[in-house]
């Protein structure tokens, strides 16, 4: 329970302030290129390539501190607690970002904090939309169990896909939209185990809520990309900053509502370990590189990155915890590698 | 095992004496036709189309029977004589089909059943090629159990694929190239059970064995499709007759060594019943189909149409027989009809 609930609330963004001073250098700064692609171009795709690689790694290994912190035992914190430090965290590593870029090229219109009522009144609604999700999931329980509850989250990739085209308007090749398919059906075969069939029989308000939940995620990674690209100029550390204050806001609710008494009684960090603290770094970094995949490229390319990092941990897993692997995950990682290829394949012949 | 045993000599082909006299109408008067595609290359596709769809009901049919036989009880029949006898329905057919042809058409260089020891030499290689496959057969079961032994089959289709590429030299598509993985993968998750993640302990032996079985069966069908296609004016029904021929030999020779005391006491057709004669008819036919299929299409089209067949088949038994579909079988399902779609949307961009 507690990784779903961070989980889900790491869907905004943030800032890694090294990498991107880093990506900004590539950017503007026109390095010198041996190949004969422009580069302005080389470093957009090297500046994508850096982001998505630290989100695969950045969920994998938050993936892993789950199961770290599991074999170590329970620890009694409020999750809502957690959450509100991670919220916290980005937002302090956003403005330690722009002080630095503030620092370096002054106070631009794209890089000034202040901001107009028309840009930040969208900030919330992703937050708002994660919280509503959240909700949910302590109902969708009374229907389905946990291991379906895992498998009916890849409909989130499905959804994922088609908001991303009805709401962004952008368009996916018939042999991409053939590979989302596959990375849906190859993710979860990835996951099955002997108990997997019972979520074939979960019941119409299981799956209308499983359904609607999957809505919710995919509009929220969605509305999110289209309020960081609306202003393609604008500071990402900015952008972010707005984003994690609303984050911040909901989180200190869910506190008051749900863990009020425990933070009296026992302390704002009661039952906090070193897990607990490498969880709330890790989930800080996540969410930051969530927020620059969307910035730099898509919530599909996000999908796909943290598809595959479900498989890494997987497979890091058999050497760190002496897990074994099915056959079904063979199957589901060769059928995510095939829908990787064929979605940079499909892309050539648009 | 008598499934298995009569499976696997069905890979070479024969004459549905009615459907090739249509089709030959189809093919060489020349339909008028509405489209814009030239008549013959129109009659060509639809030729393919009808010995394909042949091909997979003829298949899947198969399966159920054998499971509506095994529902019924063992049948004690020798599987050599049921054998034999499928390979000479075939002969008889073919010989059928080639006497009406000989009275409309006259005897003609194509159509005459004399032979040159040059083209008929290579016709008793495939034949032999099953033997020593169903040999070995004996020999897997030491180191794999039956249900992973279903899921070693599969392999079938890579070798299928590699070899089409090495021998026939034909090309497939980087596309094409994917969706067969996603054919086998697919397949092989369909078919998972719980007692599936066994087979990854299956022994160095045991592998080399499967995968040697594997070569063989592709080997014997691409090489099949290579004799039937070196003389594409030839009739059908005359090469047919020439491989079911050597098929009758060996399957005689077959009957002697393993069943010659069985036949001597009991009797040729003893512990033959109705299904029994439904399966033989079945397995002439199919394999009248496989010849079409390899004449007229190629072998990848009939691991296409095998494939396809096998989910068919579970779908139908849900209905006649009450079986339970997995959520296993969905995902496979989902990954075989993508790769489908993408077999020949890949076509199009060679």
């Known amino acids: 329970m507690e990784y779903r609930k961070i989980k889900d609330e790491d869907n905004d963004g943030g800032t890694l302030s090294n990498d991107i001073e880093n990506l900004r250098g590539i950017g503007f700064s026109g390095v010198a ?72 090229e002054g106070v631009t219109e794209d890089n000034r904090l202040s901001t107009t009522l028309d840009e930040v009144i969208v900030y919330p609604i992703p937050a708002l939309l994660y919280l509503v999700k959240n909700l949910l999931q302590y109902y969708i329980f009374a229907y389905v169990d946990a291991p379906g509850y895992q498998i009916l989250k890849n409909l989130n990739i499905i959804s994922t896909g088609v908001l991303y085209r009805i709401i ?35 019941s119409l308000p299981g799956w209308i809520m499983a359904i609607v939940m999957a809505l919710l995620s995919g509009f929220a990674g969605v509305y999110t990309e289209a309020i960081i690209k609306k202003r393609p100029s604008r500071n990402i550390n900015v952008q972010n900053f707005w984003l994690y204050i609303s984050g911040m806001a909901f989180n200190a609710i869910a506190i008051l509502i749900q863990d ?30 969530v927020s620059m995949v969307m910035k730099y490229a898509d919530n599909i390319v996000k999908v796909y990155s943290t598809s595959v990092a479900m498989l890494l941990t997987a497979v890091v897993s058999v050497f760190l915890f002496g897990f074994n692997l099915t056959l079904a995950f063979f199957l589901g990682a060769t059928v995510v590698s ?12 648009r």
Chains 1, 2 share one sequence.
């Open 33 to 104: 290129s041996v190949s004969n692609v422009p580069p302005r171009e080389q470093a957009k795709w090297k500046r994508k390539t850096v982001v998505t690689v630290a989100l695969t790694f950045l969920t994998s290994s938050q993936a892993i501190l789950i199961v770290w912190s599991k074999r170590a035992g329970k620890y009694e914190y409020s999750v809502t607690t957690a959450n509100f430090l991670v919220e916290t965290l980005k937002c302090a590593l956003s403005l330690a970002a722009l002080a630095r870029i503030w620092k370096s």
């Open 260 to 289: 009020f008494d425990a933070v009296m009684n026992k302390g704002f960090f009661h039952g906090y370990s070193i897990i607990t603290t490498l969880m709330i770094l890790n989930h800080a970094l996540s969410g930051i590189a």
């Open 338 to 349: 095939v829908s990787v290829y064929l979605h940079s394949a499909g892309k050539l012949q």
């Open 168 to 202: 962004l308007k952008k368009k996916l090749s018939d042999i991409q939209w053939a590979a989302f398919i596959l990375l849906c059906a190859g993710c979860t075969t990835a996951q099955l185990n002997s108990r997997s069939d019972h979520v074939l029989q979960t």
